[in-house]
Nanobody, 128 residues
């Protein structure tokens, strides 16, 4: 079992930045074998893919709405992944979820169905 805990959400003005963190309870060796991702869900909308990162962090994928503004990264030694969010917009307001998948890269890393483990979510609110 892997437990994921997000932190770093909050209220920020448009144009501002936030960094989300996701700490995994898995051992270092296990965490490094998980593809990690971030998803978000705004009220009344479906869960949306934000970003994903491969085992060693060499491959990254982003949703179209966040490309060029958000950066995903991971530190396997700390069992933690991050989401640096810059130039935030009101439409980025959502609950952000950390997700983990014990799989290789490829296929549908953008699909929430591919991830077995989920955090409880952290609220990000961007005011205009």
């Amino acid at each position: 079992q892997v437990q994921l805990v997000e932190s770093g959400g909050g209220l920020v003005q448009a144009g501002g930045s936030l960094r989300l963190s996701c700490a995994a309870s898995a051992s270092g060796r296990t965490f490094s074998t998980y593809v990690m991702g971030w998803f978000r869900q705004a009220p009344g909308l479906e869960r949306e893919f934000v970003a994903a990162i491969s085992w060693a962090g060499a491959i990254k994928s982003y949703g179209d709405s966040v490309k060029g503004r958000f950066t995903i990264s991971r530190d396997n030694a700390k069992n933690t992944q991050y989401l640096q969010m810059n130039s935030l917009k009101p439409e980025d307001t959502a609950v952000y979820y950390c997700a983990g998948a014990r799989r290789g890269w490829g296929g549908s890393v953008k699909s929430s169905d591919e991830y077995e483990y989920w955090g409880q979510g952290t609220q990000v609110t961007v005011s205009s």
